[in-house]
């Protein structure tokens, strides 16, 4: 039977726009489940790159979602709204929230949530739900790859990244990735990665032409932009495509356009906080009958960096930024 719920919970507010040390520990009230919402019993939360912006000021939450950060949960569910239908008190849950992760308690719409896989623990099971969503859709719908196919993927040790050359390696994919060092591109190898490229030491272009007879990629996942973006046109094949998710390197770029003219290229891009709950709905139900299979067999799984406790965030926020990350960074919320 699930404990009696209180009334007041700790979560990590962002007290002004700044650096990691705006991130500071207070006081709200439990939120309430809607009709068709879970309330959630937080034990665990995923730390991404967007609660970093929001943090910074440049990525505000959409409407109605809660000001405090965190995309990503996983923990019990101890309530439950009227119009549920699938899940119970007790269960065990990982789901994608767009808002209120960074709490001891997060409301989340049944649909969005899914069972733990067998054999996961909260950190895992909270290390899912952004970049497995992300990639499925971004990829493997958006990217329409295939069996066969060459995929690149920048920030191969991302959390994105990481979770890209498995589930790409895993659907029989050609996988070329790039990373900033030699140990992370080792990193990359050891996750399936077919080819690694040092992209401080090696033009990624060169290589992906080398690793294709020089036909380039179909497909590749960039979260770079800048003087990334007409770069990822010269190494793609002919009909390629390029999906774009972030812009690290700026939103803007200067880019020979009759190159997409030439190969017939396709540049398209997506985000998900704002879509809507259907939509993510979707999502959810594909990868529950396509890729959870997966993970109990742990035919992939996420790769966990560092794990830090809630009260903690603004450390988690600094590993983040310094770049030296191997995988999710996570935080505990106990």
Known sequence: ?????????????????????????????????????????????????PDVLQRQGHYPPPPGASDIPGLEIAGEVVAVGASVTRFRIGDRVTALVAGGGYAQYCTVHETTALPIPAGYGFIEAAALPETFFTVWHNVFERGGLTSGETFLVHGGTSGIGTTAIQLASAFGAYVITTAGSDDKCDACLKLGADRAVNYRTHDFVDAVKQATGGKGVNLTLDMVGGDYVERNYDAAALDGRIVQIAHLNGAKANADVSKIMIKRLTHTGSTLRSRPIEFKAAIARELELKVWPLLVERRVAPVIDMVYPLHEAWRAHERMEEGQHVGKIMLDVG
């Open 1 to 49: 039977m699930a404990s009696k719920i209180p009334t007041t919970m700790t979560a990590i507010e962002i007290t002004q726009p700044g650096g990691p040390l705006v991130l500071k520990p207070g006081k709200r009230g439990v939120p309430e489940a809607g009709p068709n919402e879970l309330l959630v019993q937080v034990h665990a939360a995923g730390v991404n790159r």
